[in-house]
T-cell receptor
Framework: EPEVTQTPSHQVTQMGQEVILRCVPISNHLYFYWYRQILGQKVEFLVSFYNNEISEKSEIFDDQFSVERPDGSNFTLKIRSTKLEDSAMYFC????????????FGSGTRLTVV | KNEVEQSPQNLTAQEGEFITINCSYSVGISALHWLQQHPGGGIVSLFMLSSGKKKHGRLIATINIQEKHSSLHITASHPRDSAVYICAVRSENTGNQFYFGTGTSLTVIP
């Protein structure tokens, strides 16, 4: 069964550093998403991406964050100048169409900011 | 504001019991997603539905659009079913993103 792959599975970074979280969506999917889950809290939507641009973003997704699809297969989330409160599990997801067909989540990257 | 409420928050069952987890939401939706999260943190999609009922193995998901309510049932529960079960909804008025409930933590005792 096709999978959404996220790397690394766990990343530790110093406060103030930049991190890039990487995702390889399912190959024929066109819609891409990032979510995060702070420990003990619910999963929250960050951003959706379609046709090489952001289609929706939440109020969490401020100027500290950016997304990119640098080639035909990767989808990245960049966090500039990380803060302690950015520590969370970050999930990538992809779907085939706007109706959400085949909506699939990756296994997540646990980001720890120290 | 999209509110998704799940009940119960925590559930302990004996192996073999029939389990029901409930999800209520406050807005019109275009889809509802049931997901499973294991202690390692990864999320696995169980069902995505917009009407009626879906069944996969021992899992059954139902949705009542008029009542804004969905249930996830597990028949003949097993200790390996122990996980957090999460309901998430996609509003009919916004984009493709899902809004998540806080989850139901299920423990099945042998």
């Amino acid at each position: 069964e096709p999978e959404v792959t996220q790397t690394p599975s766990h990343q530790v970074t110093q406060m103030g550093q930049e991190v890039i979280l990487r995702c390889v969506p399912i190959s024929n999917h066109l819609y891409f998403y990032w979510y995060r889950q702070i420990l003990g809290q619910k999963v929250e939507f960050l951003v959706s991406f379609y046709n090489n641009e952001i289609s929706e973003k939440s109020e969490i997704f401020d100027d500290q964050f950016s997304v990119e699809r640098p080639d035909g297969s990767n989808f990245t989330l960049k966090i500039r100048s990380t803060k302690l409160e950015d520590s969370a599990m970050y999930f990538c997801a992809s779907s085939a169409g706007r109706a959400g067909y085949g909506y699939t989540f990756g296994s997540g990257t646990r980001l720890t900011v120290v | 504001k999209n509110e998704v409420e799940q009940s119960p928050q925590n559930l302990t069952a004996q192996e073999g019991e029939f389990i029901t987890i409930n999800c209520s939401y406050s807005v019109g939706i275009s889809a509802l997603h049931w997901l499973q999260q294991h202690p390692g943190g990864g999320i696995v999609s169980l069902f995505m539905l917009s009407s009626g009922k879906k069944k996969h193995g021992r899992l059954i998901a139902t949705i009542n659009i008029q009542e804004k309510h969905s249930s996830l049932h597990i028949t003949a529960s097993h200790p390996r079913d122990s996980a957090v079960y999460i309901c998430a909804v996609r509003s009919e008025n916004t984009g493709n993103q899902f809004y998540f409930g806080t989850g139901t933590s299920l423990t099945v005792i042998p």
